[in-house]
């Protein structure tokens, strides 16, 4: 399959001025269209061409969103703005060839000059009855500690080791300048699990050339088994649904989260840890600062936990769990969550809700259409999850069918829709008649599921067929959840529910 390579395009206008061109969505043409540059203008200068489409703004993946989405996200830039473009030709044959576009390991060019993302990596490993799958090298002549015999599908393989990758630390300690007998003593003396800082070779020169140290704190952390969440919540009058303690260790813990309340539905759990509020860390703050911290943040807030084993794993290595967080930011890549949630004030104590274990298999559920129509409402998601349920009519079509409230939607007719425009699921949903066929799964088993790559199939489902089908008395039905709602552009804004979907051929924002 042939690699893209979409060109990275900074942009400068004068207050009160444009872009110099137009953003454009046509019927019949995928993507965000650049139209009528302005000849001489900022666009036309940097080398914008007439039918590129817009990938990315100022890093944030675009193509699969809503044209009033992209349009928001460019005003809301100011006077600059940076764009990942794709020319129409690379960009019509990437659809035509199934590429995954959002792909951060894709590396964009900058006039004509692939970009790079070069940094160490962070190993994490935890040794199996064979070892952890590699050895070390040193070679005469030559500074440093190399791997080498890395088993394929081994420990080490797994890890994200490649052979001949250097070594730069092992569990926090810098190991460069150490003999090997030294660093193997280190490896042993480890026991069974072990951090390693490790650098290629390409990134190695890197480096060098540019005579930076190579350390930690510059690392990815993507090869990570275990990973912090970051969760964005919006405030609301209904409290947290959680209490913030310091116990007899050093932190801030999540405690007493209320069955049902924002703090549950934002996928906090019991003893994670507060890391960071708003991409501040909150580590050496006392328990009224972090308070304070969340209280000043407004409306929305972002915080950053990890829970047990997130956290063991990077205590040994001696690396901030913020280095996370400034790790999607230079990746792009979507954090863990990113559900928007009630977030107000803090509530009463109540009992922890002991976790339930969940079978690991998703819902085919089979509706009929009713007077009141299929019952629920058709959320969409920016970045991890595409679709969702919500508002379910209580003894309605979806609720008898087995639906609940946040389920993701799998797919829709026999279709997979996770990585669907929303507005396409709409035109499913509604071009289904009175008869609707969904997969669903719980969002903590799709969580699940994701974690260890299992592709969400209707063969998961064992011996089960179907959840409980609900047959409609009537045949006639209101449309309150499916009908299309045109808006005027641009203050067309992304709905939330079904009727998101636009009936536009053509829509055209000047920037």
């Not at 042939?2 to 444009?18: D, E, G």
């Not at 813990?253 to 549950?264: L, T, V």
């Not at 507005?423 to 066929?437: A, F, P, R």
């Amino acid at each position: 399959m042939a690699a893209y390579k979409p060109r990275v395009i900074s942009l400068t206008k004068k207050p009160n001025q444009t872009f110099g061109f137009y953003l454009r969505l046509e019927g019949g043409e995928e993507g965000h269209l650049i139209r009528s540059l302005e000849m001489g203008g900022p666009a036309e200068r940097a080398g914008m061409k007439d039918g590129d489409r817009i990938l990315r703004v100022n890093g944030t993946f675009v193509d699969e969103r809503p044209h009033s989405e992209v349009v928001d996200l460019v005003k809301s830039s100011g006077t600059s703005v940076t764009f990942h473009t794709l020319d129409e030709s690379s960009y019509k044959r990437a659809k035509a060839q199934g590429v995954n576009l959002s792909d951060p390991a894709s590396r964009p060019v900058a006039n004509g000059v692939e970009k790079h993302s070069l940094k160490p990596k962070l190993c994490y490993l935890v040794k199996s009855s064979s070892g952890f799958g590699f050895s070390v090298r040193s070679v005469n002549g030559e500074e440093g500690l190399f791997m080498t015999e890395v088993i394929p599908g081994g420990v080490a393989d797994r890890a994200g080791i490649k052979l001949n990758d250097r070594l730069v630390e092992v569990n926090g300690e810098n190991v460069e300048n150490s003999t090997h007998d030294v660093v193997v003593g280190k490896m042993r003396l480890a026991g069974s699990n072990i951090m390693l800082l490790l650098v290629n070779e390409e990134t190695d020169k890197f480096y060098q050339k540019k005579q930076v140290k190579i350390g930690s704190w510059i690392a990815t952390t993507m090869y990570l088994p275990h990973q912090p969440r970051i969760i964005n919540m919006t405030k609301g009058s209904d409290g947290y649904g959680f209490s913030l303690k310091e116990l007899n260790q050093p932190g801030h813990f999540i405690r007493d989260i209320e069955r049902g309340s924002p703090a549950e539905k934002a996928h906090l759990k019991e003893m994670d840890r507060l890391v960071a509020v708003d991409g501040r860390e909150v580590s050496s703050c006392s328990h009224e600062e972090v308070v304070d911290k969340i209280k000043l943040s407004g409306n929305n807030c972002s915080l950053l936990v990890v829970d047990k084993d997130t956290d063991e794993m990077y205590k040994l290595g001696e690396v901030s769990p913020l280095l996370f967080w400034e790790d999607m930011k230079d990746s792009n890549s979507p954090p863990s969550y990113t559900e928007a949630v009630n977030f107000s004030a803090p509530v009463q104590p109540s009992t922890p809700v002991p976790e339930r274990k969940e079978e690991l298999r998703p819902k085919l559920c089979k509706l009929e259409k009713t007077s009141t129509g299929f019952g629920f409402h058709l959320n969409g998601v920016q970045g991890v999850y595409g679709h969702y349920i919500q508002k379910l009519v209580k003894g309605g079509a979806a609720d008898k069918a087995g639906l609940e409230d946040d389920d993701i939607v799998v797919e829709v007719n026999g279709v997979n829709v996770e990585q669907s425009f929303h507005e396409d699921v709409v035109k499913i949903i509604q071009g289904s008649g009175n008869s609707l066929e969904m997969l669903v799964v719980k969002r903590s088993i799709y969580d699940k599921l994701k974690a260890k790559g299992v592709p969400i199939t209707r063969q998961l489902l064992g011996e089960t067929s179907y959840a409980q089908v609900h047959s409609a008395d009537t045949p006639e039905a209101s449309e309150r959840e499916t009908r299309p709602k045109t808006q005027t552009e641009p203050e067309r804004q992304r709905n939330s529910s079904v009727s998101s979907s636009s009936s536009e051929e053509s829509i055209d924002e000047r920037l």
